[in-house]
């Protein structure tokens, strides 16, 4: 499968983005799907996951209550709704396509290419 986020741009803190991820592949529908973003000078952090069927979802504690993912997979389509967005939020954000073992998500080798959020003034 292969990945494409968009989304990203600048926006001010307090506001909200939406970031989409396109897939290409009948066989994102049996992915695992997660977001993970990389600040500067920092290492790439998970984000948030959802399984195949939407039914599990999963977020990193720091986005909680503010970030919501969800997918559609009759649109190969994986989203990321983000609001009240802070400084800490800008990085390039990466969708993943993966798996869920024990309430953690593994990503594969399937990586989109990152779609860069700046929260500024």
């Known amino acids: 499968v292969q990945l494409v986020e968009s989304g990203g741009g600048l926006v001010q803190p307090g506001g909200s983005l939406r970031l989409s991820c396109t897939a290409s592949g009948r066989t994102f529908v049996s992915y695992a799907m997660g977001w993970f973003r990389q600040g500067p000078g920092k290492e790439r952090e998970f984000v948030a996951h959802i399984s195949w069927n939407s039914e599990k979802k999963r977020y990193a504690d720091s986005v909680e209550g503010r970030f919501t993912i969800s997918r559609d997979n009759t649109k190969l389509m994986l989203y990321l709704d983000m609001r009240d967005l802070t400084p800490e939020d800008s990085a390039i954000y990466y969708c993943?396509?993966?798996?869920?073992?024990?309430?953690?998500?593994?990503?594969?080798?399937?990586w989109g290419q990152g779609t860069q959020v700046t929260v500024s003034l």
């Open positions: 993943a396509a993966g798996g869920i073992y024990s309430g953690e998500f593994y990503p594969n080798d399937f």
